[in-house]
């Protein structure tokens, strides 16, 4: 999408085209739906029981005692002595993920689901009316409440565009509702932070402040030219439209890299234990891959030792989406890192696949078409409709059942199903 060179061409939007909702510290509020023991008690979720570890997320009581995400349990434990720490159930979210977002969806249709707790709904028809948008917002909490869990919250958000709908639903937590019109801005948006825009993280900001930019009247205050100058990109100069207003449309987000970490448990720290894992790890994103119906050309490996030393490296393949040639170069990685590092005790397992490719795309006939290439990607693709079937992992390559087991995680742009989190 062309942003247009002048603000002549920029028409004001004034209706309200979007409702966005963000359910409340999400992974924290479902344990407390289905363990009401937890419910009104600072509680974190954790990936693994350890003191060393991070909070994923913390209940609105744990936030009032300074916890967020990203805080290490040490630390958590520290602020607040009677946390309870809560080992993630990401099958359970992603039910609850489902549910939540088919209860919306018999109100207003679900338009685009941004990660597992926030979605927007396009508003139509009468629904753009203010008193007929706070009406069906309401309704949309209630249900939500009535038929999902009477312990799950949402805040939402109203406004012409996306941006300004998501902005709206961070304004009152928890479980607010907020209202941008379109005639309030970009006044409305003035007592914000710089980082409560979306788009602005902390190398951005950096950036702003360095062009003497402190506010975000300051920065609306400027001319799309100038926003652009800033940022270094369109992007900037879309900020100007979506501030005051303007519905642009949703641009596609296109994966760059696909792939998978594992934090290792004491029983599985060993160079033999981590190996199986690693080549799980591998598998799992292999098979995503596929999924997407793409192709890469690179294997990055990350290895993060005991003693917190990284060692990492990277190898180009042919284009490729069959498990063989990720096994084979994840191997190679692994033994040549492990060699040279002697390790003897590892702390986590980072694998990802990137130079990705639509199948569409150009491939040589030595790449893809030699009969060992089309035997693997054919017996990788057997291998995905079996387990697809059968359950996660029931069918995979080279390794023998194993108690260690791969822990899911939900990232924002990937929502397995249940069956991935098993």
Same mark, same amino acid.
């Given at each position: 999408m062309v942003v247009g060179d002048s603000r002549d061409s920029f028409a004001l939007e004034n209706k309200l085209n979007w409702l966005y909702l963000d359910i409340n510290s999400y992974f924290s509020t479902v344990e407390q739906q289905v363990n009401p023991h937890l419910r009104d008690k600072p509680v974190a979720v954790v990936p693994l029981m350890t003191d060393s570890t991070c909070a994923i997320a913390a209940s609105y009581d744990a936030k009032l005692k300074g916890i967020k995400t990203g805080t290490r349990i040490f630390e958590a434990k520290r602020l607040c002595p009677e946390l309870i720490c809560v080992q993630a159930n990401h099958a359970l979210y992603v039910e609850y993920h489902n549910r939540i977002f088919a209860e919306v969806d018999k109100y207003l249709k679900v338009d685009h689901i941004f990660s597992i707790d926030e979605a927007a709904c396009r508003l139509t028809g009468k629904y753009q009316t203010p008193s007929e948008a706070i009406s069906i917002a309401n309704i949309i909490k209630e249900k939500i409440k009535e038929n999902v869990g009477a312990y799950i919250s949402c805040s939402i958000g109203i406004a012409s565009n996306r941006y300004l709908a998501k902005i709206a639903s961070d304004m009152q937590k928890p479980d607010g509702l907020t209202i941008i019109q379109p005639n309030d801005l970009p006044a409305k948006l003035y007592k914000l932070d710089l980082?409560?825009?979306?788009?602005i993280g902390s190398r951005t900001k950096k950036k702003i402040l360095k062009h003497g930019i402190t506010s975000v009247q300051e920065l609306c205050n400027l001319d799309p030219k100038r926003l652009r100058s800033i940022w270094g990109s369109v992007w900037g100069e879309k900020i100007w439209y979506l501030i005051r207003g303007a519905d642009l449309p949703l641009e596609e987000t296109k994966n760059s890299s696909i792939g998978h970490s594992q934090v290792l448990v004491p029983d599985s720290k060993s160079v033999e234990v981590a190996r199986n894992i690693l080549i799980t790890l591998t598998l799992k994103a292999a098979t995503r891959l596929r999924a997407k119906n793409l192709f890469s050309n690179s294997i990055y490996l990350e290895i993060i030792l005991?003693?917190?030393?990284?060692? !990492?490296?990277? @190898? !180009?393949?042919? *284009?490729?989406?069959?498990?063989?040639?990720?096994?084979? @170069? @994840?191997?190679? *990685?692994?033994?040549?890192?492990?060699?040279?590092?002697? @390790?003897?005790?590892?702390? !986590? *397992?980072?694998?990802? *696949?990137?130079?990705?490719?639509?199948?569409?795309?150009?491939m040589s006939f030595d790449d893809f078409y030699n009969h060992h290439k089309k035997k693997h990607q054919h017996l990788s693709k057997m291998i995905d409709a079996?387990?697809? !079937?059968?359950?996660?992992?029931?069918?995979?390559?080279?390794l023998p059942p194993s108690k260690h087991k791969i822990k899911s995680v939900v990232a924002f742009g990937h929502i397995p199903g249940v069956k991935d989190q098993r």
């Open positions: 980082s409560d825009l979306p788009g005991s003693s917190g030393k990284k060692i !990492k490296d990277r @190898a !180009k393949l042919s *284009l490729s989406s069959d498990n063989n040639t990720f096994l084979n @170069a @994840a191997l190679r *990685l692994w033994d040549n890192l492990i060699h040279t590092s002697n @390790a003897k005790e590892l702390k !986590k *397992l980072s694998i990802s *696949l990137s130079g990705l490719q639509e199948e569409s795309s150009q079996l387990n697809k !079937k059968l359950g996660s992992n029931m069918v995979t390559i080279g």
